[in-house]
């Protein structure tokens, strides 16, 4: 693998130089793969949300640099659009940002802006569409006739069209309900396993983090915590849960269960993993204890 993004001593302060001057992300460096997932987490005002704006140009840092394939991306500032294509961002509630009269406008939106036309323009569209689930006979359709869960998926399908090497989610199920969110996220998933981008996901679910992310970044009072496999950083509950946040809640049970003398293996992030756990146990001694 090689780096597709990296962060040098990156800090950003709002309101500087005023009385409310204060620093959102602090000194933060760090490396990110080519064709990884990383999950980032971390407390309401951790500094999770500004740092993932400073990585597509969208807020100019205070200190450090930004580099895409090893260059920075402010060393032209004219050309910081051509950043926002390669590295495109999907904001919480993305479907308020829907506009055109239909959806298939919207998502043509984003690549017809990168210089797409007829054919080639077409085929990404309806490529994106398909991603994320959209049927073609909803792409004539008005963009507010959609269902909540289906204009956050057109929303998404216009930054996928633009097909970035980078692509950040921040909360992209939030506010979904438990179907709608299984099927958005699953989507993400399907399109990362396809496209084989590198894919940043911002989420206060840390199931959905567990499912996903090769490694996860952890945000804490605007300092980078941690940066570590899943498994590690899952392993650390007790440290999590001083910043305020939780292991999965399957993992959690699978330690309570090992407390009380069960033999399953630690790090144990999914249901689907606790269930072929516990079934063999079941199998192999017809009880637990």
Request: proline share 4%.
């Given at each position: 693998m090689s780096h597709i993004l990296e962060l040098r001593n990156l800090s950003f302060i709002y309101g500087k130089g005023t009385p409310f001057e204060k620093k959102a992300v602090d000194d933060v460096s760090?490396?990110?793969?080519?064709?990884?997932?990383?999950?980032?987490?971390?407390?309401?005002?951790?500094?999770?949300?500004?740092?993932?704006?400073?990585?597509?140009?969208?807020?100019t840092p205070s200190e450090g640099q930004v580099l895409l394939d090893g260059?920075?991306?402010?060393?032209?500032?004219?050309?910081?659009?051509?950043?926002?294509?390669?590295?495109?961002?999907?904001?919480?509630?993305?479907?308020?940002?829907?506009?055109?009269?239909?959806?298939?406008?919207?998502?043509?939106?984003?690549?017809?802006?990168?210089?797409?036309t007829g054919d080639e323009l077409d085929k990404a569209v309806r490529k994106a569409a398909e991603f994320t689930g959209l049927r073609p006979d909803m792409l004539d359709k008005s963009p507010f006739d959609l269902s909540g869960g289906e204009k956050?998926?057109?929303?998404?399908?216009?930054?996928?069209?633009?097909?970035?090497?980078?692509?950040?989610?921040?909360?992209?199920?939030?506010?979904?309900?438990?179907?709608?969110?299984?099927?958005?996220?699953?989507?993400?998933?399907?399109?990362?396993?396809?496209?084989?981008?590198?894919?940043?996901?911002?989420?206060?679910?840390?199931?959905?983090?567990?499912?996903?992310?090769?490694r996860i970044l952890v945000m804490n009072h605007s300092h980078l915590a941690m940066l570590d496999t899943t498994k590690?950083?899952?392993?650390?509950?007790?440290?999590?849960?001083?910043m305020g946040l939780k292991v999965p809640q399957i993992t959690k049970i699978m330690q309570v269960l090992k407390a009380k003398g069960v033999d399953v293996p630690d790090g144990i992030l999914t249901v689907d993993e606790a269930l072929e756990v516990l079934s063999s146990l079941l199998k192999k001694e017809g009880k637990l204890w």
């Open positions: 760090l490396t990110i793969e080519k064709g990884e997932f990383i999950g980032i987490i971390g407390h309401t005002g951790s500094g999770k949300s500004t740092l993932v704006q400073m990585l597509n140009g969208l807020i260059k920075d991306i402010w060393s032209e500032p004219k050309k910081i659009r051509d950043i926002r294509f390669r590295v495109g961002m999907v904001f919480q509630y993305p479907e308020y940002q829907l506009f055109e009269e239909t959806v298939y406008k919207d998502i043509a939106f984003g690549p017809q802006n990168r210089g797409l956050r998926r057109a929303a998404i399908a216009g930054v996928i069209a633009m097909e970035p090497e980078v692509l950040i989610l921040d909360e992209p199920t939030a506010g979904l309900d438990p179907m709608g969110r299984e099927i958005l996220f699953s989507q993400i998933v399907n399109y990362h396993k396809e496209k084989g981008n590198t894919v940043l996901l911002v989420s206060h679910s840390m199931e959905d983090i567990a499912r996903v992310a090769d590690a950083i899952f392993a650390r509950g007790d440290e999590l849960e001083t």
